[in-house]
């Protein structure tokens, strides 16, 4: 294999596995429900995104021909992680999930939340 795409392969799992971590971690260390919701929905979903490059670029290198399988995938995951962030964001608030008090512009969620009261 040529050292050019052992080097961009590589570069993309360092990278995808570093926001993979850091993603996992703010979702187990992290106070609040809405704080360790934004953690996996941006770092874990380019950390994926980064892996599922480096697996297209090598496979398509190994077999010849673009594999387009990991692109539909990626794709899905962009698509897919900011709307069920918003849906589970949205559940919490209709539940009145608690936001901690160094939470900044807790009055905003009270408004929404006065606003979805019936």
Known sequence: MEFWIELIVSTFLIIGAVFVFVGSL???KLPDFYMRLHAPTKATTLGMSCLLIASMILVTYQQGYLSLHELLITLFLLITAPVT??????TAMHHKTEIIDKTSDKELSQQARERMSP
Do not use: I
């Open 26 to 28: 703010g979702l187990a």
């Open 85 to 90: 962030a918003h849906m589970l964001a949205k």
